[in-house]
């Protein structure tokens, strides 16, 4: 059984910088995605890589302030998030999937239950 457990969020002001991990247990070779979804909005992509860490996949508005990597032989994947914003707020979560990255939230077949972030201005 594949598990995923998100750690690392709280309450930030803006500006500042949160790491998020993301353990990952029960499957290798898999790539993990990133995405958000704030209060009243739908789920967002904020960002992917692969297992090797070869391809990596951002959104448009998180590009320069978010890193997606991974440390493989500790099963973790992190996401440095730095020059936070209040519309920052949301909880993430992390997903995984055999084969490439994807953006789709719905092309991942497994989901932790998600770490919350809050950014204050």
């Known amino acids: 059984q594949v598990k995923l457990v998100e750690s690392g969020g709280g309450l930030v002001q803006a500006g500042g910088s949160l790491r998020l991990s993301c353990a990952v247990s029960?499957?290798?070779?898999?790539?993990v995605g990133w995405f958000r979804q704030a209060p009243g909005k739908e789920r967002e992509f904020v960002a992917a890589?692969?297992?090797?860490?070869?391809?990596?996949y951002y959104a448009d508005s998180m590009k320069g302030r978010f890193t997606i990597s991974r440390d493989n032989a500790e099963n973790t994947v992190y996401l440095q998030m730095d020059s936070l914003k209040p519309e920052d707020t949301a909880v993430y979560s992390c997903?995984?999937?055999?084969?490439?990255?994807?953006?789709?939230?719905?092309?991942?077949?497994?989901w932790g239950l998600g770490t919350r972030v809050t950014v204050s201005s």
């Open positions: 890589n692969s297992w090797s860490g070869g391809s990596t």
């Open positions: 997903a995984a999937r055999t084969g490439q990255p994807r953006t789709d939230s719905y092309a991942y077949d497994y």
């Open positions: 029960g499957r290798t070779f898999y790539a």
